[in-house]
C-alpha cells in the first residue's frame, strides 16, 4: 500500500454491488475485513464438466435480503475449490469463481467462494483480499460507494 491513503476511496460496512456477468443487476454486500476471501450466496449448486472439457458450475442466487421468490440462476467457470472456514470455526471445501463486480464508478475482479447463507443476514461478503490496495473501510460508515436509495442497475 502506498504511503498516500487519500488516494484510496472510503468504503463503508455495507455496499451495493452489481454482478453482470451473473445477471444481478444489485446485491447488499457486508464489507468484510475479518474475512480473507470474499463469499456468494448460493443453491442447487452443481459442478460440472462441459462439452469442452472446462470445469464449470450452476447455481442459483436470491439477490435480495428477505426475498427468496426472486431466483437468478448462473453459470459460469470454476477456477478451483478451496477449504474455506466460516465464522463459526467450520471448515468447508468451496467452489470458487472469478467474475467483474462493479461497486459505484469501480469494476474489478473478485474472487467468490459459493455457500448457501440463508441464515446470515447479507447475500454477499466482500472479504480483504477483493479490497487490498482498492479501498480503505471506515466501519461507522455505510453506502459510501452506492446509494441504498438507488442501487446499480
Known amino acids: 500500500m502506498s504511503d498516500s491513503l487519500d488516494q484510496y476511496p ?5 455496499e451495493w454491488l452489481s454482478i453482470p456477468s451473473l445477471g444481478i443487476p444489485h446485491i447488499k454486500a457486508k464489507v468484510d475485513t475479518g474475512a480473507r476471501t470474499s463469499a456468494l450466496h448460493t443453491f442447487d449448486l452443481e459442478a460440472y464438466t462441459a462439452e469442452t472439457g472446462e470445469e464449470r458450475v450452476r447455481f442459483s442466487v436470491h439477490p435480495f435480503q428477505g426475498d427468496t421468490d426472486t431466483v437468478i ?32 464508478d469501480h469494476t474489478w ?45
Open 73 to 104: 440462476k448462473c453459470d459460469c467457470p470454476i477456477i478451483g475449490s478451496r477449504s474455506v472456514r466460516d465464522s463459526g470455526g467450520h471448515e468447508q471445501i468451496r467452489p470458487f469463481i472469478r467474475i467483474p463486480v462493479v461497486l459505484g
Open 10 to 14: 472510503i468504503l463503508g460496512w455495507r
Open 109 to 153: 475482479d473478485i474472487e467468490f467462494s459459493l455457500t448457501n447463507r440463508d441464515n446470515m443476514k447479507f447475500r454477499m461478503l466482500l472479504g480483504r483480499t477483493a479490497m487490498e490496495d482498492r479501498f480503505l473501510v471506515n466501519p461507522a460508515l455505510s453506502y459510501q460507494q452506492s446509494n441504498p436509495f438507488h442501487p446499480p442497475s
